[in-house]
Every structure is written in C-alpha cells, then in structure tokens.
C-alpha cells in the first residue's frame, strides 16, 4: 500500500513538472538591457527637466546666528548619466550604478539672519553623484512579472554655489549653509524617486495583457509559469504559452516539452515558440469550429459548382443527374491540424472531410458524396505589426471515399479538381484567418526592429532588436 502511495506521489511531482514547462520564453540580453537603460535613463532626465520642484526653506546655525533659507522656482538645466551600467546579479536582480553623474539647476534664493536680508538668482553644479540600486523581479499571483527596489545608496562628491544679489562679498560665508539642506534634500528624495519610478513600471507589467484575446475563436495564456531567471548575462521569462477557445479555459490533454534558446546575444531580445503553443492555438481553432468552411461562397469567382462540374470527372453522377443542378462543398476538418517544426520546416498535417451536396429547388441539400482528405501544407511566417503571420502551401493530400449515393467510383478522378479547390478556395480561406496573426507579448511603445525567424526542432526562434518610441 505504501508503495502505491510513494509511485502516485511520484507520478503527481512529474506532472507537476511537466505543467511547470514553458509554451514560450522571453530572453533579453546585456544588449536589450543596456538599451533599456539609454531609454530609462533619457525619460528619467526629461522627467527630472519637466518635473516642478516644491520651495526647500528651513534654518541652519551659524556662528553669527540662526540663517533663515528659501530656495523656490528651482529649474534643472542639465543633468547627465556618463557613467551609469546595468549588471545582472545572477539569481538576485539588476544593479544599476552610476559614477560621476551631474546636474546644475537655477533657484530664487533669500536669506535672512538677525545682521541683514538679500535675496537674488542662484546656480548649483552637483557633480560626482554616486547612486547604486538593486531591483528584483519576480512574479506575483496573477502570473504578472513584478519589479522593485531592494536596495538604494547615493553619495555626491562636490558641489558648486553660485548667487548673484546686492552683497555678494557676504556670500561666501552662507554658502555652505545652503550646501547643507541642498545635500540633505537630494539624500532624502533621491532614492524615493527612484523607487516611484520603479513602481511606474511594475504598474506597466502588472497591466500587460496576460490573457490576450487573438479574435472571436481562440485566446492566449502569456502569464508567467514561475519567477523570472536572472543569470550572467541575460534574463529569461518562462510563460505558459497556450491557446484556448475564445472564453474557454478548459485543460490542456497534452503538456509543453522542455527546450532552451541558444546561447546568443547578438540581438536584444529573443522569443522561443515551442511546438506546444501551435498545438494549443490548432486545438483551440478546431473546437471553435475556425476550420468548417462552406466553399460556396469561395469558389464562386473562379466557377460555377454545378453538378455538371462533377459529373464531368465522376460518370456516376452524369448518370444520376442528367441535368446540371447547383451544387456546394461542406468542408470539415474532422481532427486538430497536427504541426510539426523541424530545422526550417514547419509543417501541418490536416484532417478533413469534404461532402458535396446537390442544392434542390426548393433549397434542400441533398448529400452526393463524402470523401476524407489528409492534406499536407507548409506555412510560412513572417512579423508583422507586432504579430506573429503564417502562410500555408499544399504540398500533397490523400483522398479516400467515405460515403456516396450514386455508387462507388475513383477517388482519384477527383484529385485534380480538388487540388484546384483546396489551392484556391480552402487555402486561400484559410490564410484569411492566419493574416490576422497571433499578438506576441509587448509592453506599449515598443517596436520589433528587424526580427529573423528560424525554425528549430520542437520550437520557434525570433531574434529581434528593440525599438522605444517615447
């Protein structure tokens, strides 16, 4: 009995496991995180240049007294990062440092001590500000990605006052008691700010769309199966990857097989799209009815489908229907395409069946035959506007007769009229739907710059640069 308890214990661990594996993985390398700091930190300077700062006042001791301060309308003119790298601690987080970065700002400045009062325009150059921060990711509850700030240290090496006013001989004297607040305030607020900027951007993740709606068929599933990876030189994100009927987030019967991107860095992002995820997305389009076509309506630019039209292939129906009657095509897949991606090949072995019916005057149908194809496509993908866009070519298809009512025949009479049906009328139908293409995930603002698709073994590669558009 125990032994029987240890082997389902055992048995509950792997598929545990195996549900934990990802349908698709997000890397983003040094590349796509030292990009990613150029345009943080190009927003944190326009922020800082447009931000309006609160009036600092207060006083300091002197040897001459208390010294009253005002410092109000402060303006940064510049303010640069030279020095600012990001790193990666493995399994901890981000470090962003930053030496030798500096600023000046103009204020309207007074004081007053017991002796006198002046007030006038001043300028201040920070220079040799030293920040070091720590951010940690990690997932929260609804599969979101989730950022913060774990640790935050700021120095500054020097400062420069300058006041213009009616005593400037006095100045030199004051001055360092306005170094004092000026520091003390940068110490107090800096950090802070820091941290508020990393709450506006896990606000961003947070918002991501996790459950993202395709079309009026399917669904996907982009939350995260466990916390982000933070290695050496790059960060990966495992998410689950899987495609549902639109509104119907029923399990899965098969479970995503392991793989791992390539070690590369050449670009700054790479998305790996396992076999999973297009099982999932033919699943999900096969009970949504996606693939039932009524060929009809397809085919009629390029002929009539009449009787007559088969009745010339099948010299069973001429006999039976003497004169041409309006006809249609019922198209059904009668199984999930079953993919396939092999080194630069992705396949779809496709399982239908076709039955052509006899319209009658009164607009009754009546069945003439069934035949069952296996049809064999290539697809072809492309990105397109921040979606993933297949394609689909026939390659060869089977026929078999399942039903008839005018008798056996060769269903290889058949084979020219319905490669011209399935190239130009399925096919075609098809790719109607494919063109919409499948959203990958993306935060606002940014742009895939230049991706390359290859086709590995059990998985989709992209490897794509970033664009930013603030």
């Given at each position: 009995?125990?032994?029987?308890w240890c ?40 922020r ?8 600092w006042?207060?006083?300091?001791k ?36 930053t030496?030798?970065?500096?600023a ?34 990690s ?36 001055i ?18 820091i ?5 506006r951007i896990?606000?961003?993740l ?20 466990n ?8 960060i990966?994100l ?12 029923s ?20 998305l ?39 009745g ?45 019916l006899?319209?009658?005057p ?14 064999n ?5 492309t ?17 078999f ?18 490669s011209?049906?399935?190239?130009n ?8 739907i ?26 989709l ?10």
């Amino acid at each position: 009995m125990l032994k029987c308890w240890c082997f389902f214990l055992l048995l509950h661990w792997l598929i545990q496991q195996l549900d934990a594996n990802p349908g698709l993985k997000v890397r983003i390398t040094q590349k796509g995180l030292d990009y990613g700091k150029e345009i943080g930190l190009k927003v944190l300077k326009q922020r800082i240049k447009d931000e309006k700062f609160p009036d600092w006042s207060g006083r300091e001791k002197s040897g001459v007294g208390d010294v009253d301060y005002i410092l109000s309308g402060v303006r940064i003119n510049t303010i640069e990062f030279p020095d600012a790298s990001v790193s990666l601690i493995p399994g901890s987080g981000i470090k962003l440092s930053t030496q030798h970065a500096y600023a000046t700002f103009n204020a309207n400045w007074s004081i007053r001590t017991w002796l006198f009062k002046d007030s006038g325009r001043g300028t201040v150059s920070i220079s040799g500000v030293f920040i070091t921060a720590v951010f940690t990711m990690s997932q929260d509850n609804t599969g979101h990605p989730s950022m913060s700030l774990d640790s935050c240290q700021m120095s500054i090496r020097g400062m420069d006052i300058k006041l213009n006013g009616t005593i400037s001989w006095l100045y030199k004297f004051f001055i360092k008691y306005l170094e004092k607040p000026i520091h003390r305030s940068l110490h107090t607020h800096s950090c802070p700010n820091i941290r508020q900027g990393i709450q506006r951007i896990d606000a961003q993740l947070r918002a991501l769309q996790v459950p993202t709606q395709i079309d009026a068929f399917a669904q996907i599933d982009y939350s995260l199966v466990n916390s982000p990876g933070i290695f050496q030189s790059y960060i990966d994100l495992d998410l689950k990857g899987a495609v549902y009927p639109f509104r119907n987030w029923s399990d899965l019967a098969f479970v995503p097989a392991p793989f791992t991107l390539p070690d590369k860095s050449n670009s700054m992002l790479y998305l790996g799209i396992s076999e999973y995820f297009f099982k999932s997305a033919s699943l999900a389009y096969y009970k949504a009815g996606a693939f039932n076509i009524t060929t009809i309506e397809e085919l009629s630019s390029y002929f009539n489908v009449t009787t007559k039209t088969f009745g010339n292939i099948i010299p069973e129906i001429a006999q039976y229907y003497v004169e041409a009657q309006p006809a249609m095509l019922n198209l059904m897949a009668t199984a999930a395409p079953v993919v396939s991606l092999q080194p630069n090949a992705f396949s779809l072995e496709i399982h239908a069946s076709m039955e052509v019916l006899v319209v009658q005057p009164n607009s009754t149908t009546q069945s003439i035959f069934t035949v069952n194809i296996i049809a064999n496509t290539n697809a072809s993908l492309t990105i397109f506007e921040q979606k993933l866009v297949g394609s689909l070519c026939l390659n060869r298809f089977q026929l078999f007769l399942a039903d008839s009512s005018v008798g056996f025949f060769e269903v290889s009479l058949l084979e020219n009229f319905l490669s011209y049906v399935l190239r130009n009328g399925v096919i075609p139908a098809a790719n109607v739907i494919l063109k919409k293409g499948f959203p990958l995930p993306n935060l606002d603002h940014i742009t895939l710059l230049r991706p390359v698709i290859k086709i590995n073994e059990g998985y989709l590669l992209i490897s794509t640069d970033i664009d930013y558009n603030l």
